[in-house]
């Protein structure tokens, strides 16, 4: 992956960048130019290796622990990245978790967790990356924005998935919660936008790809015929937060090999009539 310094000077913090797309997110803002922060909840390992990673290249970047569905955590987070760095430039709402369940035996803890992490983490991370932006407003020679904010979120935020209906709600609120605040932080220069990847090979969704019979098994809803890897969503990412990408605010970018063009009616729909 090769990616010119787009976002040079830049500071990035990153939500759930231990591994898979925040990983791969991090490290591709870091070659673009960008200083980063990448946060962790309870995988510390994964964080300094990618920490180490970045800094083996000559790029800048630091770890922070932190659970995004706590208020105070969130806040001591942002506290000690512009400490650290003096503000931030681009949020990376990354961070998301999986707790699958039939409808009819979902427990309330179980829908309540994936909607505190997924979405109220989200919100959270926003609201006081936000305020860091409003009030620094825009430095010229950084970009041309005062500040761009991304939504890792998923093709089921459109696509209904039966046996993840938290997820798919924590998703599909990320949606709205993404315009509402394009259409209220665009008067300050402020962009926001999401990418919404479909199958992609990381360690929340492993069982349905790592082996060639559940990858056979997903490839059935890819026209593209091929499972995606963090290094196709993370070009993606450090676009949109550049001021290539400085026209665009409010829109989903949908990385999914076609998943959302519904393959099953591919053959005209013949099955439904």
């Known amino acids: 992956m090769s990616i010119g310094k787009t976002l040079q000077d830049q500071i990035v913090l990153v939500t759930g960048a231990s591994s898979g797309i925040g990983k791969g997110v991090a490290v591709a803002m870091a070659q673009a130019g960008a200083k980063v922060i990448i946060n962790y909840l309870s995988d510390q390992k994964g964080a300094d290796q990618a920490v180490q990673s970045i800094k083996e290249n000559l790029g800048s ?5 932190a ?9 001591e987070m942002m506290q000690a990245a512009c400490k650290e760095f003096g503000t931030i430039d681009i949020l990376v709402n990354n961070a998301g ?8 035996d979902m427990s309330l803890a179980g829908w309540q967790k994936v909607i505190d992490v997924n979405l109220t983490g989200s919100f959270l991370c926003a609201r006081e990356a ?14 041309r924005a005062a500040a761009k904010m991304l939504f890792i979120s998923s093709v089921h935020d459109t696509i209904p998935w039966a046996g993840h209906a938290n997820y798919a709600a924590s998703k599909g609120g990320l949606l709205m919660l993404m315009k ?29 790809w790592e082996s060639p019979e559940a990858e056979e098994k997903i490839l059935n809803l890819i ?20 001021d290539e ?12 090999g076609g998943m959302l063009l519904y393959p099953g009616f591919g053959t005209g729909g013949e099955v439904c009539r």
């Open 97 to 104: 978790i999986q707790q699958d369940s039939g409808f009819l």
């Open 223 to 242: 026209p593209y015929n091929r499972v995606a890897e963090p290094d196709d969503i993370a070009p993606v990412a450090v676009w949109l937060a550049s």
């Open 180 to 208: 509402s605040l394009a259409q209220e932080l665009a008067p300050h220069k402020v962009r926001v936008n999401s990418i919404s990847p479909g199958a992609v090979k990381t360690n929340i969704n492993r069982d349905t």
């Open 61 to 65: 970047a630091i770890a922070i622990q």
């Open 245 to 256: 990408a400085d026209y665009i605010t409010g829109a989903t970018i949908y990385v999914d």
């Open 130 to 143: 936000a305020r860091e932006f409003c009030r620094r407003g825009v430095v010229r020679d950084r970009s």
């Open 67 to 75: 659970d995004v569905s706590s208020e105070d955590q969130v806040r």
